[in-house]
T-cell receptor, first 117, second 112 residues
Framework: GAVVSQHPSRVICKSGTSVKIECRSL??????MFWYRQFPKKSLMLMAT?????????EQGVEKDKFLINHASLTLSTLTVTSAHPEDSSFYIC?????????????FGPGTRLTVT | GEDVEQSLFLSVREGDSSVINCTYT??????LYWYKQEPGAGLQLLTY?????DMKQDQRLTVLLNKKDKHLSLRIADTQTGDSAIYFC????????????FGTGTQLKVEL
């Protein structure tokens, strides 16, 4: 089946620093990737939709200058949390779809646990 | 806006059937999904159903869709301890786009 990886799986950083999270589709080309944030015991909140070669589309309330998304190739999207603060601590999950159109083949990465101290 | 609701918790005995329910508000959804999340992990797509279907069965999983009532359910037959996880329903709304709206999640606990 389609596999999506994320790196790192867990990261601890100091307040004020920036952290980059990678999302890769390992065995398929992903024209669209999504970034979600999940708080403890809560549902997933869509942060942004990333299409290869174009600017990401951010959901309302998500700061695009704080959460930088780059979808440089059909197999890689990155999320950079800039000037991280403790309130940015969360579980970040990406997903990828193999092609355009229907989303019934959306596959999720294993998630990245970010802790900002 | 779109709203997807689930009960928070379900406890069953091993070997029994589990039924997880979900209600949604967006009638334009073309696909509805069930995902499983184990502790500290990402989401695993379990199954999905097209909106013009009433039922879909896949081994131990049965999905029922009542489009009139906007109600979706997932039945797990012969529930095992390995089925313990959080289950999320999701819908793609807005006439079939790629964006998913997730439910609040149901924690399934399987007891011996």
């Amino acid at each position: 089946g389609a596999v999506v990886s994320q790196h790192p799986s867990r990261v601890i950083c100091k307040s004020g620093t920036s952290v980059k999270i990678e999302c890769r589709s390992l065995d398929f080309q992903a024209t669209t990737m999504f970034w979600y944030r999940q708080f403890p015991k809560k549902s997933l909140m869509l942060m942004a939709t990333s299409n290869e070669g174009s600017k990401a589309t951010y959901e309302q309330g998500v700061e695009k200058d704080k959460f930088l998304i780059n979808h440089a190739s059909l197999t890689l999207s990155t999320l950079t949390v800039t000037s991280a603060h403790p309130e940015d601590s969360s579980f970040y999950i990406c997903s990828a779809t193999p092609g355009t159109g229907l989303s019934y083949e959306q596959y999720f990465g294993p998630g990245t646990r970010l802790t900002v101290t | 806006g779109e709203d997807v609701e689930q009960s928070l918790f379900l406890s069953v005995r091993e070997g029994d059937s589990s039924v997880i329910n979900c209600t949604y508000t967006d009638s334009s959804s073309t696909y509805l999904y069930w995902y499983k999340q184990e502790p500290g992990a990402g989401l695993q797509l379990l199954t999905y159903i097209f909106s013009n279907m009433d039922m879909k069965q896949d081994q131990r999983l049965t999905v029922l869709l009542n489009k009139k009532d906007k109600h979706l359910s997932l039945r797990i037959a012969d529930t095992q301890t390995g089925d313990s996880a959080i289950y999320f329903c999701a819908e793609n709304g807005s006439g079939g786009g790629n964006k998913l709206t997730f439910g609040t999640g149901t924690q399934l606990k399987v007891e011996l």
